[in-house]
């Protein structure tokens, strides 16, 4: 009787053992990689045994991991330009950007005269809680003296910033008294929008300095106010924008787009064609727009300009843009590094490319833009270049060009104007800044009376007297501003005012001043018909 039901249950039991067999067989070729036997070991890279060897072997003693880092970089520079290794120690740092936001204190500063000299405040930021206030000077972090002509200000920013929660002692002097804070600190916002205000009657100005993971929502409450007070038309500017997350670029260009037209699809050898639509009703879909560019607008910047220009919902002002068209995506690797690796190319709705070629070689490609100034691109338009590429028309009759970058609609010249050596040696070493912020310092409480921006850069009558202290300044270190030409007085001057209206009001400051100025933001206020 048993023998009979064991061979009932025969069947059923090797059947059993039969599909464990294969799960768990099939589970062990996933994780061997499937290309070798049940018990071959891994295999390692040449490159990995290398560096075995050198560990183990080698007559001195080597910095490994600046080995290994080496030879990442080798690697990576035998791929496109913008395919990079990022060490583990810099992972943390790179990754700001994106996220729009890094763990620290609080406080911008700068180094005068060996000492660190605290800039700015963050509002209810850590640094506040604890009562730093602009002017301080920071002496020492924890134990650590800062106070040095070698120590870079690299390192005493990673002094100062750490991981959340952790606490740090700031030895501190001020009115030449020293004192001591206990900051724990958090998390510090990286803000992608500069300004955002009414530059006209009627006309908002919007300037965005990346595309990180909040922009879209800082950009939305600054659409949403400047419509509050009246704003007709826009100018977006895109200068200086090495660009960031594509989605984020997206999304604000659905803002502008009306229906589901196609903003940007990306294409690889080893990736799929991917079409970004536009998928809702955009809040700014009819008034004017005019975007600003420039040789260092990159990237998404790219994509959002290149799609408004292709769907004709958008005139492109200043000069062609840096030419930067490569999808990457960021990979981890086990030690705690990663790579940021190109996987395919950006196009516009028409199909431009925006890439730029980089088969010459990554310093040919890197020295592109000294070589536009050289060629005299950024003073005429680049016939040449214009007339190697394939042409594109929009629906409206718009010619546009393919071959690397976004060439604008209205071409504004970058100023030609060579300062004299005084000038160029006071802005590179740091005493211009220097000098604006000890001026600031001392003249606090009448730069208060100025309520805005607007009415500091129409009303500060001080430019004069910051010229002359600045001269007088300059001349303690051999520097003679008193001989250089009016033109590049007049600069200097307009630079003071918006380097103060920095100090007084933060980027938004500075670029309500420096636009009263700026030729770029005239002519695109002349293509708003203003």
């Known amino acids: ?61 080597v910095k490994i991991d600046s080995l290994q880092d080496n030879a990442m970089d080798g690697l990576m520079n035998q791929l496109d330009p913008h395919s990079v290794y990022i060490p583990n120690r810099d992972v943390a740092e790179a990754n700001e950007d994106i996220t729009g ?7 911008e500063f700068n180094i005068f005269s060996d000492t660190v000299n605290v800039l700015y405040v963050v509002p209810g930021g850590p640094a506040d809680k604890a009562g730093l206030q602009i002017g301080d000077r920071i002496i020492k972090v924890d134990d650590s003296s800062v106070v040095s002509k070698t120590l870079p200000s690299d390192e005493i920013r990673r002094m100062i910033r750490g991981s ?33 205000y009414m530059i006209s009657a009627g006309n908002g100005y919007i300037r965005l300095n990346k595309f990180s993971e909040t922009t879209y929502q800082e950009f939305m409450r600054a659409l949403e106010d400047l419509q509050a007070q009246g704003m007709k038309s826009l100018m977006l500017d895109l200068r200086g924008n090495g660009g960031g997350l594509v989605n984020q670029a997206v999304f604000i260009a659905d803002e502008f787009i009306a229906g589901s037209n196609l903003i940007v699809y990306t294409e690889g050898t080893n990736s799929e064609k991917r079409e970004y639509r536009a998928q809702k009703e955009g809040m700014f879909e009819k008034g004017k727009l005019v975007v600003l560019v420039d040789e260092l ?5 790219e994509i959002l300009a290149g799609a ?60 592109d833009l000294l070589e536009r100034y050289h060629s005299g691109e950024m003073i005429n338009p680049d016939s040449i270049h214009l007339s190697k590429e394939k042409v594109y ?43 604006v ?80 100025t700026d030729r770029v933001v005239q002519k695109g206020l002349e293509a708003l018909g203003q």
């Open 1 to 61: 009787m048993i023998n009979k039901k064991w061979q009932v249950w025969l069947p059923l039991v090797f059947s059993l053992v039969m599909i464990a067999g294969m799960f768990f067989g099939f589970r062990l070729h996933q994780q061997t990689g499937g290309k070798q036997g049940f018990f071959a070991r891994e295999q390692r890279s040449s490159l990995q045994e290398a560096i075995d060897l050198i560990r183990s072997k080698y007559v001195d003693k």
């Open 101 to 107: 936001n890094f763990q620290g204190i609080g406080v």
């Open 164 to 196: 959340g929660g952790s606490r740090v002692k700031l030895s501190v002097l001020r009115n030449n008294t020293v004192q001591y804070f206990y900051v724990t600190r958090g998390t510090i916002p990286l803000p992608s929008l500069d300004a955002a």
């Open 297 to 301: 607008t990159a990237s998404a910047s």
């Open 308 to 367: 408004l220009q292709d769907l004709d919902r958008a005139t492109i002002v200043g000069r062609r843009s840096f030419g930067k068209g490569l999808v990457q995506e960021q990979y981890p690797l086990t030690d705690g590094s990663a790579i940021r690796l190109t996987v395919a190319r950006y196009f516009t709705p028409l199909g431009r490319s925006i890439q730029r070629p980089y088969d010459k070689g990554k310093k040919v490609y890197m020295d």
């Open 393 to 435: 028309s929009t629906k409206g009759g718009r010619k546009v060009y393919g071959g690397g970058g976004i060439m604008p609609d209205v071409f504004v010249p970058i100023d030609t104007s060579m300062y004299t050596q005084s000038i160029t040696k006071l802005y590179l070493d740091g005493r211009f800044n220097n000098y």
């Open 437 to 516: 912020y000890h001026f600031y310092m001392d003249n606090r409480a009448a730069l208060a009376v100025y309520k805005t921006p607007a009415e500091f850069a129409q009303k500060f009558v001080s430019t004069e007297t910051a010229w002359k202290g600045l001269v007088d300044f300059a001349r303690k270190d051999s520097i003679n501003l008193g001989v250089i030409p009016e033109r590049d007085k007049v600069e200097v001057q307009n630079r003071i005012r918006a380097y103060l209206a920095r100090l007084r009001w933060r980027t938004s400051g500075f670029y309500q001043v420096a636009n009263s």
